[in-house]
């Protein structure tokens, strides 16, 4: 669904420390989860994706964690570097095969 | 990653004209594709899905007629804007996957300003 309020949550990081960045998401019949980067002006850039029969999932740089008890996953970047400051969203494929968008939080990243 | 390609990234039409958006995939068949409508510093939201072959699926909140989705093929789909108003203006991006509960892969997104 639509996000809420004015601004994006910022997490503001320094450059070669690592990132968690967290999404609650809605539906508990939600089988696969994407995380997308953003960049302004562009269209959402795929990073990562996990199913739901697993509860972690690595890739270079970036992991992602699952839990469905809680309805909740993180995407963790290791060794934050400039070119990671984004916006980034995760999204839930329900089944019928929609995505929905979670809120975003934005990447700050303090070279 | 496959490649969507949106056109055009950046239009500007007058109030109650028609824009049309295009989304292709170059180099994959794509069964289903999403259209989602972005306001500045906000998330996605989707406003519909297509399916190749037969008609949207709308979102709750988004008029059929004023948004006009046509996947007319496996491999382009659009997204007609009519009659549209200032409040109409935003950033439109599509989105295209191969088959059902895989990864959706986007388009650069137009930017619709409505004068």
């Known amino acids: 669904g639509e996000s809420v309020g004015l601004h994006l949550p910022t997490l503001s990081v320094q450059e070669g420390d690592n990132s968690i960045i967290n999404c609650a998401y809605s539906n508990s019949a939600s089988d696969y989860f994407i995380w997308y980067k953003q960049e302004s002006g562009k269209g959402p850039q795929f990073i990562i994706d996990i199913r739901s029969n697993m509860d972690k999932r690595q890739g270079q740089r970036v992991t992602v964690l699952l839990n469905k008890t809680v309805k909740h996953l993180s995407l963790q970047i290791a060794a934050t570097q400039p070119g990671d400051s984004a916006v980034y969203f995760c999204a839930e494929n329900i089944p019928f095969n929609k995505f929905y968008f979670g809120s975003g939080t934005k990447l700050n990243v303090k070279p | 990653g496959a490649v969507v390609s949106q056109h055009p990234s950046r239009v500007i039409c007058k109030s109650g004209t028609s824009v049309k958006i295009e989304c292709r995939s170059l180099d994959f068949q794509a069964t289903t594709m999403f259209w989602y409508r972005q306001f500045p510093k906000k998330s996605l939201m989707l406003m519909a899905t297509?399916?190749?072959?037969?008609?949207?699926?709308?979102e709750q909140g988004v008029e059929k007629d004023k948004f006009l989705i046509n996947h007319a093929s496996l491999t382009l789909s659009t997204l007609t804007v009519t009659s549209a108003h200032p409040e109409d203006s935003s950033f439109y991006i599509c989105?295209?996957?191969?088959?059902?509960?895989?990864?959706?892969?986007f388009g650069q997104g137009t930017r619709l300003t409505v004068v």
């Open positions: 989105s295209a996957s191969r088959d059902r509960g895989t990864e959706a892969f």
């Open positions: 297509s399916n190749e072959g037969s008609k949207a699926t709308y």
